[in-house]
């Protein structure tokens, strides 16, 4: 069975920056057809993709949050970490983690199971 | 980045009724779309992939159509559970983007 799980604080102050983590388990990190995005969703609002890192350590970044986001993983640990610089109020989300899976090409891709998610408040 | 519009971004109906929810990519994404469910305080479901693969599991009500920028996701008989709030996702190019979602309510 697949799993995966985000952690993290649940408060970040204004300016601090905040890192999550996703442990997954039932799929291995090295796997070239799989990998792992971080997705988050302000209350009451739409999904917004963020970043994803895939075993060959291949990563992609939201472009309005680029110069933001950093993700890696610790494949001993099977965790996917992202970090978040500067968090602001309107970054009040929960923060998702989602296995990709990418059977054939690039482009034939899609997330799937997602984790519970973790509710990120950013107040002082 | 690739803009995705849902409509409707809310639709009312009944258990019984045929529904279809539309998304429109910005630009051609050939059938490289992706349709989730998500019910309140629970994450998303993967529905649909490559436009009209059922994902396992999924009952055979749901389907999915279209290629280029013009998709859509039909309902064919809505049953109690299936009121929930439904995305598109487009997987062509990064950065991914999603729907605004079309939230699906009990008439």
């Known amino acids: 069975q697949v799993t995966l799980k985000e952690s993290g604080p649940v408060l970040v102050k204004p300016t601090e920056t905040l890192t999550l983590t996703c442990t997954v388990s039932?799929?291995?990190?090295?796997?070239?057809?799989?990998?792992v995005s971080w997705i988050r969703q302000p209350p009451g609002k739409a999904l917004e993709w963020l970043a994803h890192?895939?075993?060959?350590?291949?990563?992609s970044y939201s472009t309005s949050l680029k110069s933001r986001l950093t993700i890696s993983k610790d494949t001993s640990k099977s965790q996917v970490i992202l970090t978040m610089t500067n968090m602001d109020p309107v970054d009040t989300a929960t923060y998702y983690c989602?296995?990709?899976?990418?059977?054939?090409?690039?482009?034939?891709?899609?997330?799937?199971?997602w984790g519970q998610g973790t509710l990120v408040t950013v107040s002082s | 980045d690739i803009q995705m519009t849902q409509s409707p971004s809310s639709l009312s109906a009944s258990v019984g009724d045929r529904v279809t929810i539309t998304c429109r990519a910005s630009q051609s994404i050939s059938s490289y779309l992706n349709w989730y469910q998500q019910k309140p305080g629970k994450a998303p479901k993967l529905l649909i992939y490559?436009?009209?693969s059922l994902q396992s599991g999924v009952p055979s009500r749901f389907s999915g159509s279209g290629s280029g920028t013009d998709f859509t996701l039909t309902i064919s008989s809505l049953q109690p559970e299936d009121f929930a709030t439904y995305y598109c996702?487009?997987?062509?190019?990064?950065?991914?983007?999603f729907g605004q979602g079309t939230k699906l309510e009990m008439k």
């Open positions: 890192i895939f075993s060959n350590d291949e990563k």
């Open positions: 989602a296995r990709i899976e990418r059977p054939g090409g690039v482009f034939i891709n899609w997330f799937d199971p």
């Open positions: 996702q487009q997987s062509y190019i990064t950065p991914y983007t």
């Open positions: 490559v436009a009209i």
């Open positions: 039932g799929f291995s990190l090295t796997n070239p057809r799989m990998g």
